[in-house]
């Protein structure tokens, strides 16, 4: 919706109706409270009230969610979301791994570790961190061309008897292109020939002026193998992401992306979702990129079952009536038939789009034969 009504905005902002009115009347603008103000001049009366305006995913503005923009003051802060890249064999799944394995949670749980396309790590110090378990620059792009924009911070894996390489630089772009932050892993540092400073000075060639250079990338010397420094590791996330300041809302709806879906025999259509904001629940109908579904259950990262997760936390999720795709945005709906409106209303997008892009070969082939 391009409008929203004097009433709703004041809603929002939680801010009296009378206070909007009196600061529209100052910018010229005669309204009643039940009156529809324009995006834009509602954009300028958010400013005006101090508050700031989210910028919401398309998706969001699509289903006319976007007035369920967290309200700033139910945000409370959130774990950061991590993403592994880096040059071939230079350690990723090993990190990933690794990193896996320093949840205290998970010894007492004794639950059998599920690969779901994401887990969480809690720390001694019971803060968490999620890490995205398909490593690599196709999941992150391909997440990011489908509209979902999951990772807080990526880190880059160098080992550091190789250097900097080609897939480094690959992954240093993407991650400059998407505006995340990079914290930079130097791996396999119990080898003999590794050389961290070295490593440094490359990623200098890159515009990456890591902390030791007076810059603000911070760097981590770490061995996957030997399991060093790990924790400094996480010690260096958690503090990039009070920096980023992650927050959100687990007060409301849920809202999130798709990490992975297949499938499965006996289970159904199976899907790894992460949730951004909100809370998802047991019951909840929400429609994920052209599907949509009823969640029948939630499991955790260790195949437990669970009732509800939060922001940042990853979620298997059964119940849905078909297999979207990694990086379709995922948003909890109303009622079964808005679902159903919404995945009609896409799929009918989705033909009027292919219909299009036949016409226009078919002009392309005629304009080819002149
Ligand atoms: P990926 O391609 O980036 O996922 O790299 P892998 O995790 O598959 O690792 C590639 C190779 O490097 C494997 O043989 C690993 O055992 C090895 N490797 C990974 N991390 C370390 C490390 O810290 N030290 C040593 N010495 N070898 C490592
Ligand atoms: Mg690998």
Do not use: C
């Not at 391009?2 to 603008?29: F, W």
């Not at 030791?212 to 958690?238: H, I, P, Q, R, Y």
């Not at 936390?313 to 009536?321: D, R, Y």
Request: aromatic share 2%; proline share 4%.
């Amino acid at each position: 919706p391009e409008a929203i009504t004097v009433q709703e905005l004041a809603n929002r902002m939680a801010e009296r109706g009378a206070d909007v009115i009196k600061a529209l009347m100052k910018m010229g603008v005669m309204a009643t409270i039940n009156q529809t103000i324009d995006a834009d001049t509602a954009e300028l009366i958010i400013g005006e009230f101090g508050h700031t305006v989210r910028r919401v995913s398309a998706a969001d503005v699509e289903l006319g969610l976007e007035g369920e923009a967290d309200i700033d003051d139910h945000l409370l802060p959130r774990p950061p979301v991590v993403t592994i890249m880096g040059h071939v064999d230079h350690g990723k799944t090993s990190l990933l791994d690794a990193l896996r394995q320093t949840d205290v949670a998970a010894h007492e749980a004794g639950g059998i570790t599920q690969h779901i396309g994401a887990y969480q790590v809690t720390l001694p110090s019971s803060k968490k961190i999620t890490f995205i378990d398909t490593p690599g620059h196709a999941a992150f792009t391909e997440m990011r061309a489908r509209g979902a924009n999951v990772t807080d911070i990526v880190v880059l894996v160098v080992a550091g008897d190789d250097g900097i390489m080609p897939q480094t630089v690959e992954a240093i772009h993407h991650a400059k292109a998407a505006k995340v932050p990079i914290l930079v892993a130097i791996n396999k540092m119990d080898k003999p020939d590794a050389n961290a400073n070295r490593v440094r000075q490359e990623l200098l060639s890159h515009e990456l002026v890591t902390e030791e250079m007076g810059g603000d990338v911070l760097t981590v010397e770490v061995s996957a193998k030997t399991k060093m420094n790990l924790d400094k590791l996480e010690e260096a996330l958690l503090l990039q992401a009070e920096i980023l300041d992650l927050k959100a809302n687990p007060d409301r709806s849920a809202v999130g992306a798709v990490v992975e879906a297949k499938m499965e025999r006996g289970r159904g259509s199976v899907a790894t979702l992460l949730v951004q904001k909100g809370t998802l629940k047991v019951g909840d109908i929400f429609v994920a990129g052209a599907e949509w579904g009823r969640v029948r259950a939630l499991l955790d990262d260790r195949g437990r079952n669970i009732d509800s997760a939060g922001p940042a936390m990853p979620v298997e999720v059964l119940g849905l009536q078909g297999t979207p795709q990694a990086g379709d945005v995922f948003v909890v709906v109303e009622s079964e038939a808005r679902a159903r409106e919404i995945t009609e209303f896409r799929a009918h997008r989705e033909r009027e789009k292919q219909a299009a892009a036949g016409a226009r070969s078919t002009l392309e082939q005629m304009f080819s034969k002149i």
